[in-house]
C-alpha cells in the first residue's frame, strides 16, 4: 500500500490513528473502529494513498503547552549544548578557536579580491570591518540553519528511545552555533582596536537585531528539520542552499546595491538582507535601522517562526516511525 503524501501529513497529522466509534465504551477494541470488510474496500479504493474521513487524525496543537514543555526540557538542551560543544572540538590542536576560522577565512577572501575588484562602497569604514561585522550573524545563520535542518537525524538513538519535546534538537543546534558567533566575536573586538573604530550609541538596537534573526533561524530549522524526516533530499541541499545564500545576502556588498524597486520583495523573502545592513548602520555608523525595511524582516521572522513550529508540531507524531 503507498504511504500518505506529504501535503495530507501536514494537514492532518503523520499519525493514522484511530479514534472510538461514535457509541462504543471505553477502552473497546482498543480505539479501533470497526468495520466490515466491504466499507473499508470501497473506502480505501476510492484514493489509497488517504485513509477515510473517519480514520484520519486531526492533532490539536496547544501552543503554550508545547512552549511551557519544552521550557522544562531546558535540562535536556543544556545537556545536548555540552555534548555537541565536547564531541565537536575534543581532540582538536586548536579547539574553541576553529569557530573563529570560517568568518575570518571569508573575511580575507572577501578584502583581498571583492575590495580590490569590485569597488564596494563602505561608507569610509575599513573593508575588513565592514565585511566581517556581517560575517558574524551570518555565520550564526548558516551554521545553526546547516546543524539545525539534520539536528533530528543526527539524534535517531535518542528520538526513538527516549520520550522529550522533539523541538530540543534543533533547539540545541542553535545554542551550539550561538557559542561558537561568541568565539567569533573576539576577532570583531580586535579588528575595532586594529582601525581605531568603536560601536556608536545606536548599537543599544543591537539585541532587538539578535531576536529578530534567532526568530527568523530557528523558525527556518524547525520547519527544515521536520521536512527533512520526510524529504531526505533537502540533507543535501540545505548546505548548498546555505552557500548561495551568502551571494544572495549584503555580507560582501552592500544592500544599497539591491535595486529599490525590488527592496521591499526582497525584505520579505531574505530577512537577513535588512538584518545584516542593520548591524552595519547600528554598530559601524551609528545610524538607526531603517524601520521599514526592518519591519519586513521582522515580519517574516515572525510568520517562519509561526509557521516553522506549527508544522513543527504537527508532523512530531510521525518522526519515530519515519526514521
Not at 539536528?151 to 533547539?171: A, D, T
Request: aromatic share 12%.
Amino acid at each position: 500500500m503507498k504511504y500518505p503524501k506529504l501535503g495530507w501529513l501536514i494537514a492532518h497529522g503523520p499519525r493514522s490513528c484511530v479514534e472510538s466509534a461514535p457509541g462504543a465504551s471505553p477502552g473497546a477494541g482498543q480505539g479501533v473502529v470497526r468495520r466490515d470488510r466491504t466499507t473499508a474496500s470501497t473506502d480505501w479504493t476510492a484514493d489509497p494513498t488517504e485513509p477515510p474521513a473517519h480514520l484520519r487524525y486531526r492533532r490539536r496543537i496547544a501552543l503554550a503547552d508545547a512552549m511551557g514543555e519544552l521550557w522544562n526540557a531546558r535540562g535536556l538542551v543544556r545537556t545536548l549544548v555540552e555534548r555537541d560543544i565536547r564531541v565537536r572540538y575534543k581532540r582538536t590542536f586548536l579547539g574553541v578557536a576553529w569557530a573563529i576560522v570560517n568568518p575570518v577565512l571569508f573575511m580575507v577572501v572577501f578584502t583581498f579580491f571583492f575590495q580590490r575588484s569590485a569597488h564596494i562602497s563602505t561608507g569610509g569604514v575599513p573593508y575588513a570591518l565592514f565585511s566581517y561585522i556581517a560575517l558574524v550573524p551570518w555565520s550564526f545563520f548558516s551554521e545553526a540553519l546547516t546543524l539545525g535542518s539534520a539536528s533530528l537525524i543526527g539524534n535517531l538513538s535518542l528520538l526513538n528511545k527516549v520520550y522529550c519535546p522533539r523541538e530540543v534538537f534543533p533547539v540545541a543546534s542553535l545554542l551550539t552555533s550561538a557559542f561558537d558567533t561568541l568565539m567569533s566575536v573576539v576577532v570583531l573586538v580586535v579588528l575595532f582596536g586594529a582601525y581605531g573604530f568603536a560601536p556608536g550609541a545606536e548599537s543599544v538596537w543591537v539585541p532587538v537585531l539578535i531576536l529578530i534573526e534567532v526568530a527568523f533561524t530557528l523558525g527556518l530549522a524547525l520547519f527544515l528539520s521536520s521536512a527533512l524526516i520526510y524529504l531526505r533530499d533537502l540533507r543535501y541541499a540545505v548546505p548548498l542552499v546555505v552557500q548561495l545564500g551568502m551571494f544572495v545576502s549584503p555580507v560582501a556588498y552592500s544592500i544599497t546595491s539591491i535595486p529599490r524597486a525590488v527592496r521591499p520583495v526582497y525584505d520579505v523573502l531574505d530577512p537577513m538582507g535588512p538584518i545584516l545592513d542593520s548591524f552595519r548602520r547600528t554598530v559601524l555608523h551609528n545610524l538607526t535601522p531603517q524601520w521599514g525595511a526592518l519591519g519586513l524582516a521582522a515580519a517574516a521572522a515572525a510568520a517562519w517562526l509561526l509557521g516553522g513550529y506549527i508544522l513543527f508540531k504537527r508532523l512530531e507524531t510521525g518522526f519515530a516511525d519515519m526514521a
